[in-house]
């Protein structure tokens, strides 16, 4: 099992990125896709959800209206596309993913950094 984050970096506040998560090792199409982030000295928290088919979502309120997740299950990847991020967006994001009994599967995280 095996998930990679991509697409962290250094943007300016007002800016945009879009990370991607991609599976490999488990049936992707069967599992609820989640990202979480950890910023320094803080526990992590969700940021948002996103269910086996993709029919239901859920965002963290300081979220909502700003970033978007979505998935492709033919790629095996989830998505989140972050827009008008704010210095408080800065965080190491993880995805995980979880079906019932089976996981949590965790990535190894991509750093994203909001400074100007």
């Known amino acids: 099992v095996q998930l990679v984050e991509s697409g962290g970096g250094l943007v300016q506040p007002g800016g945009s990125l879009r990370l991607a998560c991609a599976a490999s090792g488990f049936t992707f199409s069967r599992y609820d896709m989640t990202w979480y982030r950890q910023a320094p000295g803080k526990e992590r928290e969700l940021v948002a959800a996103?269910?086996?088919?993709?029919?239901?979502?859920n965002y963290a309120d300081s979220v909502k209206g700003r970033f978007t997740i979505s998935r492709d299950n033919a790629k095996n990847t989830v998505y989140l596309q972050m827009n008008s991020l704010k210095p408080e967006d800065t965080a190491v994001y993880y995805c995980?993913?979880?079906?019932?009994?089976?996981?949590?599967?965790w990535g190894q995280g991509t750093q994203v950094t909001v400074s100007s």
């Open positions: 995980n993913a979880r079906a019932g009994y089976y996981g949590p599967y």
């Open positions: 996103i269910t086996s088919a993709g029919g239901s979502l």
